[in-house]
């Protein structure tokens, strides 16, 4: 039974940092991708920075590049989003979600990841 529980979210103004943490249990596959997702209200959940163990490929949203940094540490299990330099655009509910090894052409389609963690809210002001 996979589970995957975020923390790390919270309120801050334009400008500070925040680091989301999403630990990972229950998962037995070598070689799989995990990303953060956000949604904010009214519209649809985009891919923000997908990982991948077993290849070098990382993603990152136009919009986040340079401010965002995704990093996964096997030996503990978690999946980390480092976010500086927030704006108001940037407020949403951020998801973790996992999925088996795929190609990277689908690894930024959320209907890709069966493994999804509850949420944790990212609000700029």
């Known amino acids: 039974h996979v589970q995957l529980v975020e923390s790390g979210g919270g309120s801050v103004q334009a400008g500070g940092s925040l680091r989301l943490s999403c630990a990972a249990s229950?998962?037995?596959?070598?070689?799989?991708?995990m990303g953060w997702f956000r949604q904010a209200p009214g519209k649809e959940r985009e891919g923000v920075a997908v990982?991948?163990?077993?290849?070098?490929?990382?993603y990152y949203a136009d919009s986040v590049k340079g401010r965002f940094t995704v990093s996964l540490v096997d030996h503990v299990s978690t999946l980390y989003l480092q976010m500086d330099n927030l704006q108001p655009e940037d407020t949403a509910m951020y998801y973790c979600a996992a999925t088996p090894w795929v190609p990277p052409s689908t690894r930024v389609r959320a209907d890709g990841y069966p493994y999804w963690g509850q949420g944790t809210q990212v609000t700029v002001s």
């Open positions: 990982i991948s163990r077993g290849d070098p490929y990382t």
């Open positions: 229950g998962y037995t596959y070598s070689s799989y991708c």
